[in-house]
């Protein structure tokens, strides 16, 4: 199954077949105070630096989050996707939970973005699916609902499928739905990933659709972060993750070399390409 998005210049395919897609976590404020006092102040500069520095090290589409406590999102994240798609050519997704802020924003970009997100919650499925309808676009659904994030795969995997469901009442597409079965902190639950990774599988033997991850939860109040995220994205990628909102920076070196080991780069040439444009500079002699 494969979800295309598209921006003005560029259009992204996901699918189990092509590269595993990076989109961008960095433009969201939730702890980053510097971005949040930016967003407040209306500093568009840093905004600017932070899409194409993420472009730069290798993210395929950029999510975009104005959550300030205290700022209107109606007003200020269709100003601010519309700030990013004019610095770089990805792909945005719009990530909201108020659907006139996603409205709003999607009425005013080109293209074909993603919306971040949908849930299996009866008050969101109400208010986001519509504007997806409305606008032709695509969405993430999380596996939750009003009882919250289960512990157990089948339940993550049964409110999925309500959410499909939903969707496809509406006549969107399942290839517009892309699934995140939701991974918490191993901190906390020895098992939190292991139940995401069955989660996985499930979803891609009965509904075959396109799965996301909010990766860096994993590791969260664990000492090195990082070593703990790599493992966990080449895991979830190995059993048939195809997107994660994740640090392009730190990660997408190690995203490279998976789909390499996967098969999904033909002779090494995006991993070796990757590798050659992000080489520190050379001294001097």
């Not at 930016?38 to 630096?49: C, I, K, N, P, S």
């Not at 676009?137 to 995997?157: H, Q, Y």
Request: net charge negative.
């Amino acid at each position: 199954m494969e979800t295309t998005l598209k921006s003005e210049k560029k259009e992204v395919k996901i699918s189990f077949d092509a590269p595993f897609v990076i989109i961008g976590e960095k433009i969201n404020p939730t702890g980053r105070k510097k971005l949040a006092a930016a967003l407040t102040e209306g500093d568009d500069d840093y905004v600017r630096q932070l899409a194409i520095s993420q472009v730069e090290a290798g993210a395929d589409i950029l999510d975009v989050n104005v959550g300030v406590p205290g700022l209107d999102e109606v007003a200020v994240l269709p100003k601010v996707a519309r700030l990013v798609s004019e610095v770089v050519e990805a792909p945005l997704c719009l990530d909201s939970a108020n659907h006139k802020a996603l409205a709003a924003a999607l009425a005013d970009l080109p293209g074909k973005p993603l919306v971040n997100s949908v849930n299996g919650e009866e008050k969101s499925l109400g208010a986001v699916l519509p504007v997806v309808k409305e606008f032709g676009v695509s969405v993430i659904g999380l596996t939750m609902d009003d009882s919250g994030i289960p512990n157990d795969a089948e339940t993550r995997v049964a409110i999925a499928e309500k959410i499909l469901e939903r969707a496809a009442r509406l006549g969107i597409p399942a290839n517009d739905v892309v699934i995140d079965p939701l991974v918490l902190t191993v901190g906390a639950d020895s098992m939190a990933a292991a139940i995401t990774l069955q989660t996985i599988q499930l979803l891609r033997q009965e509904f075959s659709v396109n799965i996301n991850l909010g990766a860096s939860n994993v590791s969260f109040g664990l000492p090195d972060r990082h070593t703990v995220n790599q493992a966990f994205l080449s895991l979830a990628m190995g059993v048939g993750a195809t997107c994660a909102i994740t640090d392009p920076i730190k990660l997408a070196s190690t995203i490279r070399a998976t789909d390499l080991l996967m098969g999904r780069d033909t002779y090494g040439a995006r991993y070796i390409g990757y590798w050659r444009e992000h080489q520190p500079p050379k001294e001097a002699a």
